[in-house]
């Protein structure tokens, strides 16, 4: 009997171990915001003003099917939810308490992807908040929506 526990026991690991791999396969993540300028590779938002994570994607390099699960959002290390979302489109939040300078926005989750390890991710994206309007660097377009892409490797 003490064997069969131990069998048991023993299963989930073999079957955990089994199904590593030692290359991840690579995707690209881009996030779409609302209610921003995008110059120079940032993000811009005017202090005061709401801004919107519009979508949130992933494209396969490979063209395997995948998902995104417990994904969690950050403003300068801080949680904007308590909870992870399962759906991350038409997540809203204000800058009025963000004071004028450069901030991060962190994405952390999981990645599920057909035939590949589950992968854990983690990017930030620069948000720099503006006074007014006159803030915005000269050249960048109006504020709308806008995408950045981040490749992993």
Not at 5 to 15: E, G, R, S, V
Not at 121 to 141: C, I, T
Request: net charge negative; hydrophobic share 40%.
């Amino acid at each position: 009997m003490k064997k069969l526990i131990y069998l048991l026991l023993l299963l989930p690991f073999a079957a955990l171990t089994s199904c590593e791999k030692d290359d991840l396969a690579p995707f690209d993540m881009t996030l779409t915001l609302g209610g921003v300028s995008q110059y120079d590779g940032n993000f811009y938002a005017v202090q005061g003003d709401e801004v919107t994570i519009e979508n949130l994607t992933v494209d396969p390099v490979g063209g395997k099917n995948t998902a995104l699960s417990n994904v969690m959002f950050y403003i300068d290390g801080r949680p904007l939810w308590p909870t992870p979302w399962e759906s991350v489109n038409g997540i809203t939040f204000s800058t009025a308490n963000l004071p004028a300078g450069t901030h991060t926005i962190g994405i952390n989750g999981n990645l599920l992807q057909v035939d590949q390890s589950l992968q854990v991710f983690a990017v930030e994206y620069k948000l720099v908040v503006v006074d007014s309007d006159e803030g915005l660097p000269e050249g960048a377009p109006e504020l709308g929506s806008f995408s950045s892409t981040v490749s992993f490797q």
